[in-house]
């Protein structure tokens, strides 16, 4: 069954350097490193050393409270280092990885037979179920839970974005095993927007499509949980990225693991914007060798895209859940005369500050990374509103957020939302605050007190 949900509230950003639909192989990395901070919930426990070998699919460390989530090495080789942090926090696990892969064996099941039970330990033995997250608190799913639904969200309206259609070419199969797959645990709700009727991984007998039509952020998982099955205090969604179901069916066909993904490279830094085909992991040097533009000025290199990713550096590795990396121009060696007072056709403003908005909706706009203000008080003019497609008051929750209280937090709907639905109303934020920041450590909070 299909329905369209028709979304009016949000903002779509165009910028310059979106991924052209080719694709390239990277240099064969020398090590590849999993980081514990990609699976927020978990407080890892390591089941391996430097000097030990491991095969794809073996774990690398699992979740310490329970001991059954385990976060397994995207490739087979020798454990080359555990990186510490302050308070000897584990920063990443790096691996060589070995000339030929090596892979675990974890069956290949019978999807006619296989109770929930059992999938859900083969996801559990194969690493795979760390990648799934549950609302409320958006953090990894706890295999003890019974969840009223699966969501998972086969578009993005992020700026820079992957597109699901180009990443999923040549894989419909294993996405629609992977569905029919999760279809057993619970179910399985997949949107999708409305240039992708057609698509090739459709149709989904085993789960129910729904269209969503309207600008960012109406791919945002939460925002479809919102209008199709909101959630009451008490309740679990598990929510799955798009090509995350690909890992899935792969397990289910094969037996085996496999983390590759089609990452989008953007930007206007890029030489060449474009998709790669790597492992999660992948040091970031790698993924964007000889692609990065000499233009002089400073650059950001973003893990994801720019309003929900990280900042890095080459030293970094590709993420457990990144679909992107964008570099962007930083704008710290900018100076203008006049500064935002300066009428200009090539910046972008929601209030129509600049003369932009007369040049139509979609023109392309190549800003930097300066906030352009400090941080100041908040005034309730109902500008988040106008962006946030949800039925939540955002503004009132933010405040009820900032000022710790718990009872109004959740009557005014924090177990729906995660830091990714502020993302939006962060950018067009007049009082500058960190949004996302905010929502993530008050979701930690309640965590905590409800635990």
Same mark, same amino acid.
Request: charged share 25%; glycine share 8%; aromatic share 8%.
């Given at each position: ?8 509230? =949000? ?10 639909? $080719?694709?390239? $192989? ?10 514990? #901070?990609?699976?927020? =919930? ?9 000097? #030990?070998?491991?095969?794809?699919? #073996? +774990? ?20 080359? #280092?555990?990186?510490? @942090? ?19 064996? /974890? ?41 009223? +639904? ?19 070419? !040549? ?17 399985? /709700? ?12 459709l149709p989904l007998p ?15 998982? =939460?925002?479809?949980? %919102? ?11 598990? *929510?799955? =990225? ?24 953007? !930007?206007?830094? *890029? ?9 999660? @992991? ?17 650059q950001r290199i973003i %893990? ?8 890095? &550096?080459?030293? &970094? ?14 704008? &710290? ?26 040049? !139509?909706?979609?023109?392309?706009? %190549? ?23 949800? &039925? ?11 000022? @710790? ?27 500058k605050l960190e949004l ?16």
């Amino acid at each position: 069954m299909e329905r369209t949900y028709k979304l009016k509230k =949000g903002l779509d950003l165009r910028l310059e350097g979106e991924a052209r639909h $080719q694709l390239r $192989q990277p240099q064969t990395p020398k090590c590849y490193a999993i980081r514990p #901070d990609d699976f927020h =919930g978990i407080v890892p426990r390591l089941v391996v050393k430097p000097g #030990d070998e491991v095969k794809v699919g #073996d +774990a690398l460390f699992v979740d310490k409270a329970t001991e059954k989530i385990r976060v397994v090495s995207p490739v087979s080789g020798t454990v080359k #280092d555990i990186v510490r @942090g302050t308070r000897r926090k584990i920063l990443h696990i790096s691996v060589n990885p070995s000339a030929t892969p090596v892979f675990a064996d /974890f069956g290949k099941p019978n999807l006619n037979t296989i109770s929930r039970e059992e999938l859900i330990e083969l996801l559990l033995r194969s690493g795979l179920f760390a990648f799934l997250r549950q609302r409320p608190y958006d953090v990894v799913a706890s295999p003890e839970d019974s969840p009223k +639904a699966l969501f998972i969200s086969a578009f993005s309206k992020m700026p820079l974005a992957a597109d699901f259609d180009f990443v999923v070419s !040549g894989r419909e199969s294993l996405f629609k095993a992977g569905i029919k797959a999760l279809s057993k645990l619970c179910p399985v /709700f997949v949107g999708i927007k409305p240039e992708q009727q057609n698509s090739t991984f459709l149709p989904l007998p085993e789960a129910e499509v729904n269209i969503f039509d309207g600008p960012n952020p109406s791919g945002n998982v =939460g925002v479809q949980i %919102n209008h199709v099955s909101p959630i009451n205090k008490g309740e679990v969604v598990w *929510t799955l =990225g798009a090509e995350e179901v690909c890992f899935v069916g792969e397990l289910v066909e094969t037996g085996r693991v496999n983390l590759t993904r089609r990452v989008a490279v953007a !930007g206007s830094e *890029t030489i060449n914007p474009e998709y790669i085909e790597t492992l999660i @992991g992948t040091p970031l040097a790698d993924v964007l060798y000889e692609n990065v533009a000499d233009t002089g000025h400073s650059q950001r290199i973003i %893990n994801g895209n720019p309003l929900v990713g990280t900042k890095s &550096d080459k030293d &970094d590795f590709l993420g457990a859940h990144t679909t992107e990396i964008c570099i962007l121009p930083e704008g &710290d060696d900018r100076h203008e005369v006049l500064g935002w007072i300066m009428p200009r056709l090539k910046e972008f403003s929601t209030n129509r500050s600049y003369l932009s908005w007369l040049l !139509g909706k979609n023109k392309t706009y %190549n800003p930097d990374c300066r906030i352009k203000g400090g941080e100041r008080r908040m005034i309730m003019s109902g500008e988040y509103d106008r962006v946030f497609p949800m &039925d939540i008051y955002a503004g009132y929750l933010i405040k009820a957020i900032i000022a @710790g209280d718990i009872d109004r937090q959740e009557a005014l709907g924090i177990y729906e939302v995660a830091p990714e639905d502020f993302a939006v109303a962060e950018f067009v934020d007049s009082s500058k605050l960190e949004l996302q920041r905010i929502v993530r450590e008050a979701l930690d909070i309640l965590r905590k007190e409800n635990a």
